[in-house]
Nanobody, 118 residues
Framework: QVQLVESGGGLVQPGGSLRLSCAAS????????MGWYRQAPGKQRELVAA???????VYADSVKGRFTISRDNADNTVYLQMNSLKPDDTAVYYC????????????WGQGTQVTVSS
C-alpha cells in the first residue's frame, strides 16, 4: 500500500490561489481513482475532487469551477490547483484512494492546512 504525503498548504487571502501536491511512495498507475478530501473545524471530512487514471474528473459543487485536480502517473503525484479561494475553503486537505477509504482499508496522512483569511 503506497503512502501519501500532502504538501503545499498555507495562509492565503480571499481570492488567492494555492497548489497542493500529494506525493506517493510508490506507483499510482494501478490506482484507478485518486481523490482530495478536506476537513474543516467541527465538520466531517468531505471529498472535494477525484480523478481517474485516464484523467476524468469530478468535483464537489462547492469547488466546481475553482479547483482543478490533476495527476502525473509517471511522477506518482496528484495535484489540486485551488483558485478564487474563499474563507469557507479553510480546512486540512488530504489525498487518498476513495475506494479504499470507503472500504475502511486506508489510513489518513497528516494532511496540509489551508487557511483563507484576510
Amino acid at each position: 500500500q503506497v503512502q501519501l504525503v500532502e504538501s503545499g498548504g498555507g495562509l492565503v487571502q480571499p481570492g488567492g490561489s494555492l497548489r497542493l501536491s500529494c506525493a506517493a511512495s510508490g506507483s499510482i498507475f494501478s490506482i484507478d481513482v485518486m481523490g482530495w478530501y478536506r476537513q474543516a473545524p467541527g465538520k466531517q471530512r468531505e471529498l472535494v475532487a477525484a480523478i481517474t487514471r485516464g484523467g476524468s474528473t469530478v468535483y464537489a459543487d462547492s469547488v466546481k469551477g475553482r479547483f482543478t485536480i490533476s495527476r502525473d502517473n509517471a511522477d506518482n503525484t496528484v495535484y489540486l490547483q485551488m483558485n478564487s479561494l474563499k474563507p469557507d475553503d479553510t480546512a486540512v486537505y488530504y489525498c487518498n484512494v476513495p475506494r479504499e477509504v470507503a472500504a475502511g482499508s486506508r489510513s489518513w496522512g497528516q494532511g496540509t492546512q489551508v487557511t483563507v483569511s484576510s
